[in-house]
């Protein structure tokens, strides 16, 4: 395991050693897009500006946890791919503006008032409450996602429970669970990822 200081050593280590040898190393963190390392424990140890800069432009915590974990995915997935030409706290923010500004256009779900016109010309403008329709399927879908979250691990369960429905801070909820805020991270990570499938 690579020193949590040192993305850059650990590309430096993997380039010197692919000129030494014709099989390189599997146990660094590697970025197989580029070829640079990013190391998990150095991204991670940006986690906390990253979700206060999501959560400033978001005003929603849980929202804000979310992208930023959207950001740590794409990374780990090799969908972004860091080439050293910045800061990595900078790649990071870059790519989380990236990710809130495409979050922020998929919520808006429209593309211009042109396209809300009707046949006559006049601007169609639908009732912002909700129908009883789509009341009943909110209370359904809320249901189901409360049954899952119960069908957890007790360890994803409680994470989630105290975390996201009881919206305990995290300092409280990794001193119920005596863990520490990385080990959170991840529960809720695996937890959400359960939840999807």
Not at 28 to 52: I, Q, Y
Request: aromatic share 6%; net charge neutral; hydrophobic share 45%.
């Amino acid at each position: 395991m690579w020193p949590a200081h040192s993305w850059f050593i650990a590309n430096l280590y993997r380039k010197e050693n692919a000129m030494h040898s014709s099989t390189a190393r599997l146990d660094t963190p590697f970025n197989a897009s580029v070829g640079l390392a990013v190391c998990w424990t150095e991204m991670v140890s940006h986690r906390k500006d990253l979700v206060r800069f999501a959560q400033r432009r978001l005003h929603d915590p849980m929202l804000a946890e979310d992208v930023v974990h959207d950001v740590f995915e794409a990374v780990l997935s090799g969908k972004a791919a860091f080439a050293g030409r910045a800061a990595l706290r900078s790649w990071l923010t870059a790519i989380l503006k990236n990710k809130i500004v495409d979050l922020v256009r998929q919520r808006a779900g429209i593309e211009s008032l042109e396209d809300q016109n009707d046949s006559d010309g006049a601007l169609a403008i639908e009732s912002p409450q909700p129908g009883p329709h789509e009341v009943a399927e909110q209370r359904q879908l809320l249901a189901r996602t409360l049954e899952r979250i119960d069908g957890l691990p007790a360890a994803l369960r409680d994470a989630m429970q105290l975390r996201v429905l009881q919206d305990e801070s995290t300092q409280t909820v990794c001193q119920r669970l005596s863990i520490t805020p990385d080990n959170l991270f991840v529960r809720l990570h695996r937890a959400r990822a359960q939840l999807a499938h």
